[in-house]
């Protein structure tokens, strides 16, 4: 099993351990954390199960699912997760995603963030093209994607349900060769 480790100025991403729940919790917990994620709150049982996945889905051969833990690189501290899912259809292709606890939000580190994983999807797994789906309403994914290179493609209608009805997605993505020429 490759392990990952991938670290940037401020953030490092590697790969989530039980030990990380309670400080994922503290993301996939928060009513705010999760206002734009298409599922409400997440216990702490609920979140030791996505945990127990993400370690069994790092075990298999070819990995398709990274769930990260997303860690301050100053501190050490647990402050958000990743998630880069290859497409088994489309081994060159995969979608990212991402949530950082609210103390994090207003300092830059999604954009940090999604370069980090753009950076490790490229550099280390080799892809072509990397996309994410965000809510429409959530402005500071948006911000962090574009202003990390990613190009807003277009809206996916009824896209995802969530405890509030359906909603909508929009799309952006980033291509190695536009990513590697920034």
């Known amino acids: 099993?490759?392990?990952?480790?991938?670290?940037?100025?401020?953030?490092?991403?590697?790969?989530?351990t039980e030990a990380d729940v309670p400080a994922l919790h503290a993301v996939y917990g928060d009513a705010a954390a999760t206002q734009h994620m298409p599922f409400a709150p997440r216990s702490p049982r609920e979140v030791a199960d996505l945990v127990g996945q993400a370690m069994e889905a790092a075990r298999a051969e070819p990995r398709l699912l990274y769930v990260l833990a997303v860690v301050d690189a100053e501190h050490r501290d647990v402050i958000g997760v990743a998630?880069?899912?290859?497409?088994?259809?489309?081994?060159?292709?995969?979608?990212?995603?991402?949530?950082?606890h609210?103390?994090?939000?207003?300092?830059?580190?999604?954009?940090?963030?999604?370069?980090?994983?753009?950076?490790?999807g490229f550099k280390?797994?080799?892809?072509?093209?990397?996309?994410?789906?965000?809510?429409?309403?959530?402005?500071?994914?948006?911000?962090?994607m574009l202003t990390a290179g990613m190009v807003e493609e277009g809206r996916i209608r009824h896209h995802l349900r969530t405890p509030a009805g359906w909603r909508d997605s929009v799309v952006h993505s980033v291509l190695e060769d536009e990513w590697t020429e920034r």
């Open 1 to 16: 099993m490759r392990r990952v480790v991938c670290n940037g100025l401020r953030l490092g991403l590697r790969d989530v």
């Open 124 to 144: 280390q797994l080799g892809l072509h093209r990397i996309w994410g789906a965000r809510s429409p309403s959530n402005l500071p994914a948006q911000l962090a």
């Open 83 to 100: 998630r880069l899912r290859i497409e088994p259809e489309h081994p060159h292709s995969a979608e990212i995603g991402f949530g950082l």
């Open 102 to 120: 609210p103390h994090q939000w207003g300092r830059g580190i999604g954009t940090d963030l999604v370069r980090l994983l753009l950076s490790f």
